[in-house]
């Protein structure tokens, strides 16, 4: 059976109103949260959220009932009617245009749907007021559908909200806080905990003599901003004899040597290229040999200086073995490979000084000394030696002393004070932070984390830039959590897209909770809820098999591989395993995609089954019923690994 061509209307749809979105105003909607007397203002993706019982809305508000505003300006490429269509539970009410369009009291999982309206070509004030409910899970997944396709969320480069002095003021806050967390302020000035980052560690020094070099540390030790600019370890060490100082702590540190390292086999620099290339290190780094250098990304100019011996090849292997919270992500690369990328970064890589570390034992005592006292240990750790440095706790940093100290813009000489190398902008932020209550320390969502960490983690210069990944924003609702958490910490064994030659890297300590955030920040919950089967499923089961196969079916295995089956023509487009889509994707999502896959992607080579009514093209099946259609395929990628050969 023939299927419907993809719209190439939409792409087209697309682009245009992307042009039609006022020019200066940012994407996504201004969002208000309040509760009590107190509010909190963000900027929100979309008309989405989800709150479970008993948790804060955001982590400016304490938990308890409160109240959302989303407000903005949904584009629209010509003049056209569209309805919207919500799933939430509280009271909803959006307006469009200064019309009514939507209102209800939600309910769980039964939609409700709104009046058609008219929006006019350009933008359309958008406003929709939310209240939790008295009792279960706050949430909000709002849809649209227009005569064309059917209900999606709003796609985001159509939504845009003015920049107000108080949404401003309310951004600048959550930045401070996110520097807070970052810089590892909390390391000394100590406070009660909620917010993940505030876990963030740095580098172990058990063993840190056998993995890096003495000229390099000496040189780090000293002005760690010198050779990474934006690294959060602060400059510890001041004054006249600083240098000195660094140098004694240098020698120390060299002298814990741990197991030695094996070492590294010669590498292929021309097959380290390569790989890099296919692993795009590039989203979050210079290439070595490549002259315009961006200065927000990581350098690998000094991995000879840097890394004794072994030590880049293990590094890469396992990037967060000596430091959990680490950046650098893994790729689960073969000893080989590692070699390869070892002898491509070093083929390129500075002269190191080659400056054997003083053994001399009154100067490694100095050392030790100063790692005790100058705030080291406040920070890293190491085995059993004790940490002899105290700073206040941050109950007793008054706000109007926040340009003292640390957040100094000179500090003193003799101040014991660490130095950050903080921009104006950011000292403002932490000061705006600094002046809150700062109880939004112990409160924390995920969707909170994944809009700061998708940032810091730079998702978006992968996903959206290379053709065949998923498109970030596609992401938000897609997945079941649980999977997604194996997947992005790298434990699952399955790879969606074998035939990428590129691969997804795995970030451990971050992946609960960016893949809850992924879910919650669509509407969804954190923990995927029993999808009990029909009674009927063995039935629908046996007609999903029949739909999926070429053989009176929809040809679906003609880009899909079922199990041990492979696709039969796979030069069409690659398709995923239909037999690990049960534990990955979210039953809404493979609705809305089975539905009409280009109004979900429209840039997707799967084509479109379902006409506008949303009939299906195949009446003697199930009576031709779209969404029974839809729902016989699901109870038969169900049965996951135990589906049976499609014809
Ligand atoms: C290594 C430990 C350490 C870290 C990390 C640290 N501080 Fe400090 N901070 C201190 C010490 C010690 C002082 C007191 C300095 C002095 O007496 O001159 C201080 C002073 C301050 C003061 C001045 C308080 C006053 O009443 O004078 C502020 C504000 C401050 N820190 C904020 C921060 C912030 C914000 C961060 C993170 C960006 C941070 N600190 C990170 C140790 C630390
Ligand atoms: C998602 C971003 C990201 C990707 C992708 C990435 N890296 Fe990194 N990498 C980092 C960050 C961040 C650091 C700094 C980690 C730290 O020390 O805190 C780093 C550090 C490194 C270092 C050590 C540099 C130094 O001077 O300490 C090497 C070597 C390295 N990466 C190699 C690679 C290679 C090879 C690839 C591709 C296979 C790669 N990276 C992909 C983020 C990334
Ligand atoms: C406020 C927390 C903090 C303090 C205080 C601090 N560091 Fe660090 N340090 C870090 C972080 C975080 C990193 C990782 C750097 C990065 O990711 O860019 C680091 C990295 C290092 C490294 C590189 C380790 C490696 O394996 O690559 C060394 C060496 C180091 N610090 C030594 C010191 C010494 C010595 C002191 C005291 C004089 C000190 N640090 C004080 C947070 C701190
Ligand atoms: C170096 C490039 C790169 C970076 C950076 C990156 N990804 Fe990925 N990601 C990929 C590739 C390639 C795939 C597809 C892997 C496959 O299907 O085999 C993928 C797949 C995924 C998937 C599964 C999607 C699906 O439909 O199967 C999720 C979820 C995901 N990435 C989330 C993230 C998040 C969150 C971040 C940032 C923390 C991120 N990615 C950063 C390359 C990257
Ligand atoms: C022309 C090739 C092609 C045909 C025919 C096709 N698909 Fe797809 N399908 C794709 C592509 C391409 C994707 C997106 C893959 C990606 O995310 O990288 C996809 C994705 C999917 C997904 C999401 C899977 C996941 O785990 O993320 C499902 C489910 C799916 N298709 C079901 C079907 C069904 C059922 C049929 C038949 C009714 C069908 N497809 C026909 C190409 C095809």
Same mark, same amino acid.
């Given at each position: ?347 390129? $890589? /500075? !002269? *190191? %000084? =080659? ?6 034992? @009154? ?5 030790? +000394? ?37 957040? $100094? /813009? !000179? *500090? %003193? =000489? ?6 950050? @190398? ?5 000292? +403002? ?40 990944? *998923? %498109? ?56 995927? *809820? %029993? ?117």
């Amino acid at each position: 059976m023939m299927p419907r061509r993809p719209a190439l209307l939409a792409l087209i749809f697309a682009a245009a109103i992307a042009g039609l979105r006022a020019a200066d105003n940012p994407a996504g909607l201004a969002v208000t949260f309040a509760a009590g007397s107190a509010s909190d203002l963000s900027v929100a993706e979309n008309v989405w959220l989800h709150v479970p019982a008993g948790q804060p809305a955001t982590p400016f508000l304490a938990p308890g009932p409160f109240t959302a505003t989303w407000k903005g300006q949904v584009a629209a490429e010509l003049r056209a009617d569209f309805t919207f269509h919500a799933e939430f539970n509280g009271d909803l009410k959006l307006t469009v245009n200064d019309t009514v369009v939507l209102e209800g009291k939600g309910e769980g999982d039964k939609p409700v749907t709104g009046k058609s309206v008219r929006l006019n070509k350009g933008a359309n004030n958008l406003v929709a007021e939310f209240k939790s409910p008295a009792a279960g899970d706050a949430f909000v997944r709002l849809f649209w559908s227009n005569k064309e396709t059917p209900y999606n969320p709003i796609p985001l480069a159509e939504l845009s909200h003015p920049e107000t002095d108080d949404l401003k003021k309310a951004l600048l806050v959550r930045r401070g806080r996110d520097l807070f967390a970052e810089n590892r302020c909390a390391k000394c000035h100590t406070t009660p905990g909620g917010m993940p980052e505030l876990a963030m560690d740095a580098p172990a020094f058990d063993g840190i003599g056998g993995r890096r070099n003495f000229d390099w540390l000496a040189r780090w030790i000293a002005d760690p901003h010198a050779l990474r600019p934006g690294t959060p370890m602060p400059q510890v060490l001041s004054g006249a004899d600083a240098k000195d100082k660094a140098e004694s702590v240098a020698a120390y540190l060299s002298s814990l040597k741990g197991t030695p390292l094996p070492e590294a086999k010669p590498g292929d620099i021309e097959a380290g290229k390569a790989l890099y290339e296919k692993l795009h290190c590039a989203a979050c780094h210079n290439p070595p040999d490549v002259a315009a250098a961006d200065p927000k990304k990581i350098s690998q100019k000094q991995v000879k200086a840097k890394f004794s011996p072994g030590a880049l090849v293990a590094f890469l292997q396992k990037p967060n073995e000596h430091y959990a919270w680490i950046r650098m992500p893994g790729f689960k690369l073969t000893a080989e490979e590692a070699q390869n990328l070892g002898a491509y970064l070093e083929g390129s $890589a /500075d !002269k *190191p %000084a =080659d400056r054997p570390a003083p053994t001399d034992d @009154a100067l490694l005592k100095k050392g030790q +000394a100063i790692v005790q006292t100058a705030g080291c240990l406040s920070c890293h750790v190491l085995g059993s030696a004790k940490n002899e440095f105290a700073a206040r706790p941050l109950t007793d940093l008054a706000a109007a002393k926040w340009t003292a100290g640390c957040l $100094a /813009d !000179k *500090p %003193a =000489d003799d101040s014991k004070a660490p130095r950050y @190398a903080f921009t104006d902008d950011e000292r +403002a932020a932490l000061r705006a932070f600094g002046a809150t209550d700062r109880s939004s320390l112990t409160r924390h969502t995920a969707a909170d984390f994944l809009a700061r960490q998708s940032v810091a983690l730079n998702c978006r210069e992968c996903h959206g830039k290379f053709e065949g990944f *998923p %498109a970030y924003e596609l992401l938000y609702g897609k997945l079941k959590p649980e999977w997604t958490a194996k997947f992005i910490a790298g434990t699952h064994p399955v790879k969606p897209r074998p035939w990428l030659e590129s691969r997804m890297p795995n970030f451990p300590v971050y992946a609960e909770h960016l893949a809850s955030g992924l879910a919650t920040i669509a509407g969804l919950p954190a923990k995927t *809820p %029993a999808d009990p089967a029909p009674s009927d499923t063995a039935d629908l089961a046996k007609a999903g098999q029949k739909l999926v196969s070429a053989n009176g079916g929809f040809a679906c295995v003609s880009c899909h591989p079922v199990g041990e089956m492979g696709a039969t023509q796979v030069f069409e487009a690659p398709g995923i395993n239909l037999a690990t889509s049960f534990d990955r994707i979210q039953p809404s999502f493979f609705r809305r995609w089975l539905r009409a896959p280009t109004s979900v992607d429209p840039s997707t080579k799967m084509p479109g089954y379902f006409d506008e009514e949303g009939k299906s093209p195949l009446p003697d099946v199930l009576g031709g019923d779209g969404p029974k259609t839809i729902g016989a395929v699901w109870e038969y990628i169900r049965l996951a690994d135990k589906m049976p050969r499609p014809e």
